[in-house]
Structures are given as C-alpha cells and as structure tokens.
C-alpha cells in the first residue's frame, strides 16, 4: 500500500509566524504536489516537484515556497502566516504506470487554521 | 492552460436512484480521466479511471462515459447507497503527463 504521511493533522499558528508543513512518500514516486482545497473551490495547485531539487509553481503559489531535498519528502512553507491561508493542505505523490495512469496519492490533509 | 469544469456542485439523490456528474476539459491532448472520491475528513482516492481509446469503461455500480469530440466526460452511479455520499472531483491529464488538472468538485448526498 502507498502511504502518503503528513506531519500533522490539525495545526494552529499565529499571523506572521513561518510555517512548515511536512509530506513523506514511500513508494519512489517521482512526483508530488501540495494542494489546498477550500469548499466550493475544489484542490487548487500550490506547487509541485518532478524531481528532486526541482519545483514547479501551480496556480496559487503565491504566500507559499516549497522543498524538496530528498526523493521521499516535500516540504510547503508559508513564509509569513495570514489568515487567508486558513485551508485544508493536501500532499499528494504520484506516478505514471506503463499503460500512461496518472494516479494520486493522496496524504490525510492537515487543517490549518492561522488567527 | 488546461480548464476542467465540473457539473452540479451539490447533488441530492434519492437512495436507490442514478447519479450523474459531468465535467468538461479544454486541452484536446488530454488523454487520461480519473474520478477521486472524498468521504468526509477522509483523503480523496481513484474510484475508476478512462483513456482517450476508450468511450466506457464499468466497474460494478459506476461507470465512466468518454466523448472525445465534444471534450466531456461523466461519472454514472446506479442504484445509489448511503455509501455513496461524498465529494466527487473528476481530473483530466495536463499538458505535461505527470499533471492532473481537478474539477471543482460535486458534493453528492444520498437521501434515504
């Protein structure tokens, strides 16, 4: 089974503080994401990494950097904390299979609330 | 870049009854189409998936429809369960295979 661990399930920060939010991987995939999913918006794409060391930005990058030192971990960091950044954070890794799926993987979320 | 659209946001069925949700994808290179579903506070999971070779594809009580033309695919639940109840997000391939594009999601409620 793919597991896709994120560090923390509910989290609570304070406007302005940084803030680190941690997705592991264990199946070797190549690729991961960070999303947020607000209702009504659906998963938004914050970032994603192909490789190693590589990033991509997605469609609401902005307030948001990532890393990725190791193949196995993808990091989301909010520099400075605000209170629009309040949202569900799902880590996702994925691969794609010899018949061309694109399957996702997805972590458990973290609910982070900033006040 | 690449658009999913995704139809109803909110469907309320009846037990026992069909659901269809239907999305719409812009980018003609788009070649594979996954359906998530996400119980609540539950991560989404792959529920069925199509290609672009393929026009239906069934697994028990859901079914994927494929038009290629018209740039649409849609979700088909029979005989809808408690079970059921959950937000469906459709996803179409981006321009770069490693990427999925998501709808917005249909939250589908089951009434008993």
């Known amino acids: 089974d793919v597991k896709v661990t994120q560090s923390s399930r509910y989290l609570v920060k304070r406007t302005g503080e940084k803030v680190f939010l941690e997705c592991v991987q264990d199946?070797?995939?190549?690729?991961m994401f960070w999303y947020r999913q607000d209702p009504g918006l659906g998963l938004r794409l914050i970032y994603f990494?192909?490789?190693?060391?590589?990033?991509e930005k997605g469609d609401i990058p902005e307030g948001y950097s990532v890393s990725r030192e190791k193949k196995e971990r993808f990091s989301l960091i909010l520099e400075s904390a605000s209170t629009n950044q309040t949202s569900m954070y799902l880590c996702?890794?994925?691969?794609?299979?010899?018949?061309?799926?694109?399957?996702?993987?997805f972590g458990q979320g973290t609910r982070l609330t900033v006040v | 870049g690449e658009n999913v659209e995704q139809h109803p946001s909110t469907l309320s069925v009846q037990e026992g009854d069909s659901a269809v949700i239907k999305c719409t994808y812009s980018?003609?290179?788009?070649?594979?189409f996954p359906w998530y579903k996400q119980e609540l506070g539950k991560r989404p999971q792959l529920i069925i998936d199509?290609?672009?070779n393929v026009g239906e594809k069934k697994d028990q009580r859901i079914a994927v429809t494929l038009n290629k033309t018209a740039k649409h695919f849609s979700l088909h639940i029979t005989e809808t369960q408690p079970e059921d109840s959950a937000v469906y997000f459709c996803?179409?391939?981006?321009?770069?295979?490693?990427?999925?594009?998501w709808g917005a999601g249909t939250k589908l409620i089951i009434k008993p």
């Open positions: 996702a890794s994925s691969l794609i299979s010899a018949q061309g799926r694109t399957e996702a993987f």
């Open positions: 990494s192909y490789d190693v060391k590589m990033k």
């Open positions: 199946m070797d995939h190549e690729n």
């Open positions: 996803a179409a391939s981006g321009a770069s295979n490693y990427q999925l594009i």
């Open positions: 199509i290609r672009s």
């Open positions: 980018d003609s290179a788009s070649n594979y």
